[in-house]
């Protein structure tokens, strides 16, 4: 069964950075859109991150634009996402997801069709 597995979340101190694994099992990456979002309680889901196919277009929320980097290594078949200067409003649920081969996913949720688990990360003041 295809699946994502997150990994990395934790708590750091404002300023601080980490970096966001997500494993990708019984599923290749390549060909899909592979892409981060985040949720804080009270909050709806938000895209942070996207990479097209195979490490082209990348795109960003405006509030971590700067900060946050994604990237892919297509011989782990593992996404990543690297948060610098992180910041307390950075506090959430981390989720990867992947849409079906081909597809442009960007930014909309509702483009994605595989999601895992979540990572939490805690930015304290």
């Known amino acids: 069964q295809a699946r994502l597995v997150e990994s990395g979340g934790g708590s750091v101190q404002a300023g601080g950075a980490l970096t966001l694994s997500c494993e990708a099992t019984?599923?290749?990456?390549?060909?899909?859109?592979m892409a981060w979002f985040r949720q804080s309680p009270g909050k709806g889901r938000e895209g942070v991150a996207f990479m097209w196919a195979d490490g082209g277009a990348t795109d960003y929320a405006d509030s971590v634009k700067g900060r946050f980097t994604i990237s892919q290594d297509k011989d782990k078949n593992t996404g990543y996402l690297q948060m610098n200067t992180l910041k307390p409003e950075d506090t959430a649920m981390y989720s990867c997801?992947?849409?079906?081969?081909?597809?442009?996913?960007?930014?909309?949720?509702?483009?994605?069709?595989?999601w895992g688990q979540g990572t939490r990360v805690t930015v304290s003041s």
């Open positions: 997801a992947a849409t079906v081969h081909g597809r442009y996913g960007g930014l909309d949720p509702n483009a994605y069709h595989l």
């Open positions: 019984e599923i290749t990456l390549r060909g899909r859109s």
